[in-house]
């Protein structure tokens, strides 16, 4: 199949800068950022929407970024990883998986961290069962999880004290 | 306090957590393009034309190219063993060239300006193939008129493989009974979430290749470039930067990788590929993929006589390169009924080639097979018996007094704690707590199960293993340590890391020795120009071996240290040490200088020295097993699951492993290791399955098709430790990589088949879908209705 390469100009704002390209329109999110701008931390483990690792925010709504075409993102904002760490939103969330080594390779961990930080929007304390719940749209090959939800549950408890 | 056993969290997952880890795909250079193969799309054939025109003409292709196209660049490879003269191993080529023998197989390589590109000609190639039957049933692959693989082998029996010890025939003649089992270990795949990729980039004007790869080992690949496209070894350099989990699979040389390399040195330019999810199914190595019959003699009083052991393995399409693909079979028969003893011992291996992705080393190499074999026998002949299983394993496993233990398979066991760690296990569940309730709940219909498994682990591989099969692997690793002018230190060493932590546990080894912090101490690895010579990550070495080096080569750098501040000082430097960064005395702890002040003054100020003297703050230090042929590591898992027997579903309620992976250099990378592993082995055992349809099609491979553990299906689990420590080396650390992944499946075995004892049906098959799980519920009630 030949697919013209066909582009699309568009406008938008990536980790709080302005944005422009001519991008073509089957180019996915993920590409975009990691090819145009170099935000590698969006990862591609499975590119069918199933591992998770490609996660990144689209207006603060976390989306698979392998699913998304970069056109989609026109007029949008984006926020990988290297973001929100600028910001230092989930500082305390990322100390956490430091200290109890809750990444090994870390190549599922930028997502994780996007897909773990909707927890701390929601307002509620979920039970550690609804933690594994909702990271469980997000692969690690290498951790067994239970660190990472170790992680998640006692940075929830804590900004919640 | 010493650094050694401390929980110290890695420098690494800094990066990590901030979005800053540099994989080989994050990586562009000038110049570069990208690769997408094509692949066969049938499992066996002869290649009869390949039409490449129109892709070669689609705007930004730069080339494409065909087997035939690079036979002169990279030579052929076989996974030949002079360890294994029986091992008959065809040769390969990086890209097929008359036959292809696996669905997935590379055959054309198209190289473009962007990947996307690449695959839109990839499209585009006619592959013209005339398809034959494939061979695909491992059990049919032997008889006379099978289908070959190899038609020039004359049959699929790639190598065959028997260990006998005591006197098999008189355990079984002298039984009382004997419990058989047919065991089927479903083939699956250690899939790295990152998949397999590399830049390679030739200059000709310098004869130099360059490599980054997602690897384990970047000193053998750097072997298999050399040698195998002609260029000098000492002009190839392989650096591995964070690589997103490799687990065994990310060990091997594969054909589309060689293919990359070889098109690197015709183009004379960077050269890109990086494996998508679906093409990773279809080349990566898979591993198991075992049909064991497996029977064991017993006397009433629950005295283990013998054990026999038939086990079919399926290689797969090849015997991978460089290291071979008999390891999981050979390991299998070495470790069987390890833990017990055994007065006979009698292992049958037979390796089949079919036209599937071949099979090779991965996690845990045959660990959860053996284990498996013998744990599950165990229980099933206590039951027979009517005795406690425990009963039965206390009555039979290895005790203090028999070490140094030789097991039936012939491996050297030179201490291990089989009966401590049993014991500890079950006081950490409270065996005799889960039983009460178990028999309270299935009276209320309610069917859990309790598996407790043995296993032993050949980690850290010796100089016998490798060498004498002609096999460029070094089981030596070495470590370079340097004092820097203003007194912190940096490590370049042979071991590779892809999230273990293993470097972490070398700064702290280095730190150790030299009275700094781990944050002190910057480790290079993961380039095979940069680091002294070594093995990298395999068989569970890291710190057992590169540990070693490390330990020696900062020995010898602290040595120097103090002979400087002894001279500066004018005191002996045996009565000098280093604690928290100072030169102190080594009877009051009193400071007498920085270790700032002796590298600075070892660095710029070698007027101050006396004449003729010249400092030495820089070691390199190499390491290699000599005592033993390896670090044997043991321990116990153990399982609490709940089976729905309406639906066959299998819930894991809880899990536990108390392990001995000797001196434990950081407990919480050690315990993460082991969970890790753990997820990995209960993801084989209920979830994982490269599965094969009738006409050799791989029908699992995708993420929607192959399930992987998620965190919801995960139980929490419990990891406790027994220190044996490794004799013959200064630290005592064994391996601990693949405890995890060795024994959880042989525990969920065992824990299944407890919970399906009132119906009278065990499981044959791993994984255990709901499937397989109601058929054998359902032959069982036929067998009672009968």
Same mark, same amino acid.
């Given at each position: 199949?030949?697919? +013209?390469?066909? &582009?699309? %100009? ?13 991008? +073509? ?16 931390? *969006? ?18 709504? !976390? ?99 | ?42 499992? *066996? ?29 990279? *030579? ?57 039957? $494939? ?15 190899? $038609? ?36 699956? &795949? ?17 004869? &130099? ?22 260029? $000098? ?102 470790? %069987? ?43 099933? %002949? ?102 820097? $002018? ?25 730190? #150790? ?35 070693? *080096? ?59 020295? !006396? ?47 108390? #392990? ?33 349809? #009738? ?71 791993? !994984? ?19």
């Amino acid at each position: 199949m030949n697919v +013209p390469a066909d &582009t699309l %100009a568009i406008a938008l704002t990536v980790n709080g800068e302005a944005v422009q390209a001519n991008v +073509p329109v089957r180019q996915h999110l993920v590409d975009f950022l990691r090819g145009a701008l170099g935000y590698t931390s *969006a990862h591609l483990g499975c590119e069918h929407g199933v591992c998770g690792a490609c996660t990144v925010r689209l207006d603060g709504v !976390p989306v698979r970024g392998c699913l998304t075409l970069a056109v989609q993102a026109d007029g949008a904002t984006v926020e990988t990883i290297e973001g929100v760490t600028a910001s230092g939103e989930l500082a305390d969330l990322q100390a956490e998986f430091v200290a109890r080594n809750a990444l090994q390779c870390g190549f599922c961990t930028p997502a994780m961290l996007l897909t773990a930080a909707e927890l701390f929007k929601a307002g509620a304390m979920p039970t550690r069962e609804q933690i594994r719940a909702h990271l469980s749209g997000n692969l690690c090959r290498c951790t067994g999880y239970q660190s990472i939800v170790d992680a998640v549950d006692a940075v929830l408890k804590r900004r919640a004290a | 306090m010493s650094l050694l056993g401390k929980s110290v969290p890695r420098q690494a997952a800094l990066r990590h957590v901030a979005g800053r880890g540099r994989f080989v795909d994050d990586i562009t250079l000038p110049r570069m393009v990208h690769v997408a193969f094509v692949r066969s799309p049938m499992a *066996a054939g002869v290649i009869r034309g390949i039409d490449t025109g129109a892709a070669a003409a689609l705007p930004g292709v730069v080339r494409v190219f065909t087997g035939a196209d690079l036979v002169g660049v990279c *030579a052929s490879f076989a996974g030949n063993s002079a360890a294994v003269p029986q091992l008959r191993s065809p040769p390969e080529h990086c890209l097929a060239v008359v036959r292809v023998c696996w669905q997935g197989e590379p055959v054309v390589a198209v190289v473009a300006t962007s990947r996307a590109v690449a695959e839109d000609a990839a499209d585009l190639v006619q592959l013209d193939i005339d398809s034959t039957d $494939p061979a695909v049933d491992p059990l049919a692959a032997l008889a006379d008129n099978a289908v070959l693989v190899h $038609p020039a082998l004359g049959s699929n029996l790639a190598m065959e493989a028997r260990i006998v010890s005591g006197d098999a025939a008189a355990g079984f003649a002298a039984a009382d009974r004997v419990v058989t089992h047919d065991f089927n270990f479903g083939r699956h &795949t250690g899939m790295p979430l990152e998949p397999r990729g590399l830049i390679a980039d030739y200059d000709p004007a310098a004869d &130099t290749l360059t490599v980054w790869q997602s690897h384990q080992a970047p000193h053998q690949q750097q072997d298999v470039f050399a040698t195998l496209l002609g260029i $000098p070894e000492h002009r190839v350099q392989v650096i591995c930067p964070d690589v997103g989990g490799a687990f065994g699979v990310k060990l091997h040389a594969y054909p589309d990788e060689l293919a990359v390399a070889a098109i690197s040195k015709v183009l004379g330019r960077p050269v890109k590929f990086v494996a998508d999810r679906l093409e990773s199914f279809v080349s990566d190595v898979h591993a198991r993929d075992h049909r064991v019959t497996a029977r064991l003699a017993m006397k009433n009083d629950g005295t283990m006589l013998a054990l026999e052991v038939d086990d079919i393995g399926v290689m797969g399409a090849y015997s991978t390169y460089p290291r071979t693909s008999v390891g999981e079979g050979m390991q299998v028969i070495m470790l %069987a009924g390890g833990p017990y003893r055994l007065a006979g011992y009698d292992a049958r291996l037979r390796f089949v080639y079919q036209n599937k992705v071949p099979t090779s080393a991965v996690r845990a190499v045959g660990h959860p097979i053996a284990a498996t074999i013998t744990e599950q026998l165990i229980d099933f %002949a206590a039951h027979d018996l009517g005795l406690d299983p425990m009963v039965v394993r206390r009555k039979n496993q290895l005790v203090a007094a028999d070490y140094p233990a030789k097991a039936p398979g012939g491996v050297r066991f030179e201490r291990l704690s089989i009966d401590t760690c049993l014991d500890k296990v079950l006081a950490l569940m409270d065996y005799d707590a889960l039983r009460a309730g178990q028999a309270a709940l299935r009276a209320k219909g309610i069917y859990r199960g309790i598996g407790v498994a043995t296993f032993v682990e050949l980690t850290s591989v010796g100089a016998g293993f490798y060498g004498p099969a002609g096999i460029n692997v070094s089981a030596q690793d070495g470590a370079t340590v340097k004092l820097e $002018p203003l007194g912190r230190a940096r490590c370049a060493i042979s071991i590779t890391d892809q999230g273990q932590g293993t470097l972490t546990g070398i700064a702290q080894i280095v730190a #150790e020795r030299l009275g700094l912090q781990p944050d002190d101490v910057d480790v290079l690895a993961g380039d095979s120009r940069a680091t002294p010579y070594g093995g990298g990550a395999w068989a569970s070495r890291g710190l057992s071996i590169g540990g070693e *080096a490390a330990w020696a080569a900062a020995g010898a750098v602290r040595d120097a240290a103090l002979e400087l501040a002894g001279l500066l000082l004018q005191v002996a430097p045996d009565t000098l040490d280093l604690r928290a960064g100072q030169v102190v005395n080594a009877s009051d702890g009193a400071a007498r200088m920085t270790l700032a002040e002796v590298a600075r003054i070892g660095t710029f100020r070698q007027d101050l020295l !006396p004449p003729g003297y010249r400092p030495q703050l820089g070691a390199t230090r190499h390491w290699v097993p000599r005592e033993e042929p390896y670090s044997v590591a043991n321990g116990v898992q153990a399982s609490l699951l709940e089976v729905d027997v309406e639906t066959g579903f299998v819930k894991l309620l809880r899990h536990w492993c108390v #392990e001995d992976c000797g001196r434990v250099i950081n407990p919480l990378l050690v315990d993460e290791q082991i969970r890790g592993g753990i997820v990995q082995g209960l993801g084989a055992a209920l979830y994982e399955h490269c599965q094969y349809d #009738e006409y050799g099609q791989l029908v699992s491979g995708s993420l929607l098709d192959y399930l992987v553990p998620m965190a919801a299906e995960m139980p929490d689990i419990v990891v406790a430790h027994i220190e044996t420590p490794a004799g013959g080396s200064a630290l005592g650390a064994k391996g601990a990589g693949e405890a995890g992944a060795g024994g959880a499946a042989a525990a969920v075995w065992c824990a299944l088949n407890d919970a399906l004892l009132p119906f009278e049906a065990r499981v044959t098959q791993q !994984p255990f879908t709901p499937e397989h799980v109601l058929d054998v519920l359902a032959a069982a009630r036929g067998r009672q209705g009968a």
